[in-house]
């Protein structure tokens, strides 16, 4: 994958820029993920929006059948090459194409949740995740990661990420195995705090998002003008996408 120096991050936009969305259940990841997609959208940009286990047929079906609370018997070895599967397909299919043309793309999870879900919170060999991890990302990695946590406990996340849907076979796996994802992904953002920066989803949607944009200002700077990115600019994203939520 192309890797960028900083005198590189200011032109990034112009040659493609890959930026995942991390974090635990219910820490409002595809919400700002859209937010992001919007604002680049209207500034003329390609921008195109995946979700992990997904983006492709292929990928939708994996998805379907991980998350069904009725495979009740899958195994974690299973669950894990499910998801690299997916991974490979989304990468090859995708990821990669849209790159090569200079899109921006955002991807709603990618090989961070594998670590702190499979690893961290299946207890399987990290040693293995990484190599599944590398084989199924062909040299892919984000350029950015914003990881989101609620700020609040792993309980209130999945009230929160549940609220509105029955959860999932992930989403039902336990607090206990919802504490040690969380307590992985705060680990590998001080291990990685170049690529991973960390939002606190605990105020406004207008707030937080915000936040999000002041950690991707280094590669697009117009995200850190406080004359462009007002408080009326984040108003109008949010009222945005509730009425379009709400059609």
Known sequence: MH?????ETGAACSRGVFIS???GDGAGKSTHLQFVAEALRERGEEVVCLREPGGTIIGEQLRASVLDPGNYIMTDACELLIYEAARAQLVAQII???LSRGAIVLCDRFYDSTIAYQGYGRGLDRGFIDTANAFACQGIRPDRTILMMTGGSAEFGIERATQHKH????????VDFHERVNAAFFELAESNPE???????????QATARKVFAELADLFPWMGDRSVCSDEFFDALVIQRETMGRG
């Open 195 to 205: 690529r991973m920066r960390l939002v606190i989803s605990d105020d406004t949607k």
């Open 21 to 23: 969305f991390e974090g």
């Open 167 to 174: 959860a999932d076979r992930l989403e039902m796996a336990g």
């Open 3 to 7: 890797t960028m120096n900083d005198q």
């Open 96 to 98: 990669k194409p849209a």
